[in-house]
């Protein structure tokens, strides 16, 4: 920066500066450009050391700015009276501070209204989706009190946080609650308003009902699936699987004496299996007090005695010309 600009200071006593003024100035003379932003960093390296006049001081902080702007492209170049006519907005006993940020909304917020009473009367709040709390809860504040109950006999009223305090539960909020606008069969925990700083918790009883599918990720994504009036193409199918778990099958339904050696055992399997492929076809080997002395195998089935069932030839008559001596 030029000299003569330095020439337009004030005389001494003029203003009295202090270093919050300091990094006030520096702060809106160097964020004039909304591409070169001052950090942070930079601030703490341009922290002058105070010595001498106020005018010095001020001289001296203005000179640590200009170093940081020539090293940006476009920096604005004020006059050192521009700048002190900006210290002199700032209250010389009180320094204020202030950062304005956009509020995003948070992803795993859903909105919930509660119905009030039988005329419809409601309210509607924020509930942030929590899959750590086994209970949905909502601060009484938000509730009048003749919408929840305060008795709590029949309600586990034993819930933690997560440091270990206990959850001052001072009511039960149990009736009808919309979930972006979907009813849905919930009971709020009515809890002090100390609990927590969102209005309410949707908690896993939420997450947990078989009508609904929640996806956590970058975004929340929550599929209702209405049963009453639905087509194949939301189905449920998870809720409609059967899960074999350390199952051990046994393939026939077999029951062969095992005092058979393994080949006529075998070859008795083999020959049911193929004979009784019908699945109401119902047999089952006798046990071993129904084997005759000769260990012939004797055939239970829902077929008459009557009935022929081996091309021609009795059961009896079979086994005994297969497997008798």
């Not at 600009?5 to 003379?29: K, M, S, W, Y």
């Not at 001052?38 to 601030?43: R, V």
Request: hydrophobic share 30%; glycine share 4%; charged share 30%.
């Amino acid at each position: 920066m030029a000299s003569e600009d330095r020439a337009d200071v004030e005389p001494r006593g003029q203003f009295n500066v202090t270093l919050e003024d300091l990094i006030a100035t520096a702060v809106r003379a160097a964020n004039l450009s909304e591409s070169h932003q001052i950090t942070n960093n930079e601030l703490q390296n341009l922290i002058p050391e105070f010595s001498g006049s106020p005018e010095e001081n001020v001289d001296q902080w203005f000179k640590r700015i200009d170093k940081v702007q020539d090293r940006r492209l476009e920096a604005p170049v004020l006059s050192t009276n521009e700048r002190i006519r900006g210290l002199q907005t700032t209250p010389d006993s009180t320094t204020t501070t202030m950062m304005i940020t956009e509020k995003k909304p948070n992803i795993y917020e859903i909105p919930v209204k509660l119905q009030l009473d039988e005329e419809g009367s409601s309210i509607s709040v924020q509930a942030m989706l929590d899959t750590g709390s086994p209970i949905s809860i909502i601060k009484a504040q938000y509730l009048p009190t003749y919408a929840y109950s305060t008795d709590l006999n029949n309600f586990n009223k034993d819930f933690y946080g997560v440091n270990g305090a206990k959850l001052n539960i001072v009511g039960i909020f149990d009736r009808k609650v919309f979930v972006n606008d979907r009813p849905m069969n919930i009971v709020f925990h009515v809890v002090a308003d100390d609990t927590m700083s969102f209005p309410a918790i949707l908690g896993r009883d939420f997450t947990s009902l078989p009508n609904i599918k929640v996806v956590l990720g970058d975004t929340l994504v929550v599929t209702y699936y209405d049963y009453a009036n639905c087509d194949d193409q939301y189905e449920n199918t998870e809720l409609e699987e059967i899960m074999l778990i350390d199952c051990n099958v046994k393939e026939g339904d077999l029951n062969i004496n095992p005092k058979l050696d393994y080949v006529t055992k075998s070859d008795v399997e083999t020959r049911m299996l193929l004979e009784y492929d019908d699945d109401d076809d119902k047999f089952e080997f006798e046990n071993e007090s129904d084997l005759d002395e000769n260990d012939h195998v004797e055939v239970c089935s829902e077929y008459s005695d009557n009935e022929d069932v081996s091309g021609g030839e009795s059961e009896q008559e079979t086994n005994e010309n297969e497997y008798g001596e």
